[in-house]
T-cell receptor, first 114, second 118 residues
């Protein structure tokens, strides 16, 4: 079975600083990896995904993530945080043959301060 | 394309009552998923449909839960005899899974129905 671990339930950065949200996965077969963002009382919005091909994936709102098989990681980064980035971020994994069911991490709440 | 629509957005019910939620997926999407999200946790898979067929149910889905997608379009999730532990956000998502084709793996989630059982 696949799983996801997000290190740090809360991350606080200053506006303009680098954002780094960590995600490690466990999977016995090549995974497909996702980052979603959730604003209060809203559903989840896809930021980016890795399925195959280039391991550095660019998403919306200036976010990107790099799939590192050797480290079983898929960390999310953004060079310069904006106040509007404050939200909950979820890493998720699925594998082929599971009907695209997503297994989510417990989430990281990003706070952006002035 | 108006996205995935869920109704109601909020539902407060007394313990023991039945509740029903509705999800309208993106019209051309053949797969529909239900997830449950409790406070401070990531969403957990409940069940999914391929067209009108319910193909998998999680062990989280007790006998008090039932989901339908009668015509392969909208779906309903009913909870009978609600318990306080059912309080959560119920999320619906849809996707297009082409037969024999390359999958996109990209879901579109609705805004969810927040259930509070008092």
């Amino acid at each position: 079975a696949q799983s996801v671990t997000q290190l740090g339930s809360h991350v606080s950065v200053s506006e303009g600083a680098l954002v780094l949200l960590r995600c490690n996965y466990s999977s016995s077969v090549p995974p497909y990896l996702f980052w979603y963002v959730q604003y209060p009382n809203q559903g989840l919005q896809l930021l980016l995904k890795y399925t195959t091909g280039a391991t550095l994936v660019k998403g919306i709102n200036g976010f990107e993530a790099e799939f590192k098989k050797s480290e079983t990681s898929f960390h999310l980064t953004k060079p310069s945080a904006h106040m509007s980035d404050a939200a909950e971020y979820f890493c998720a994994v699925t594998i082929t043959g599971t009907a695209s069911k997503l297994t989510f991490g417990t989430g990281t709440r990003l706070q952006v301060t002035l | 394309d108006t996205g995935v629509s869920q109704n109601p957005r909020h539902k407060i019910t007394k313990r023991g009552q039945n509740v029903t939620f509705r999800c309208d997926p993106i019209s051309e999407h053949n797969r529909l998923y239900w997830y449950r999200q409790t406070l401070g946790q990531g969403p957990e898979f409940l069940t999914y449909f391929q067209n009108e067929a319910q193909l998998e149910k999680s062990r989280l889905l007790s006998d008090r839960f039932s989901a339908e997608r009668p015509k392969g379009s909208f779906s309903t999730l009913e909870i009978q005899r609600t318990e306080q532990g059912d309080s959560a956000m119920y999320l619906c998502a849809s996707s297009f899974n082409p037969r024999g084709g390359r999958r996109d793996y990209g879901y579109t989630f609705g805004s969810g129905t927040r259930l509070t059982v008092v």
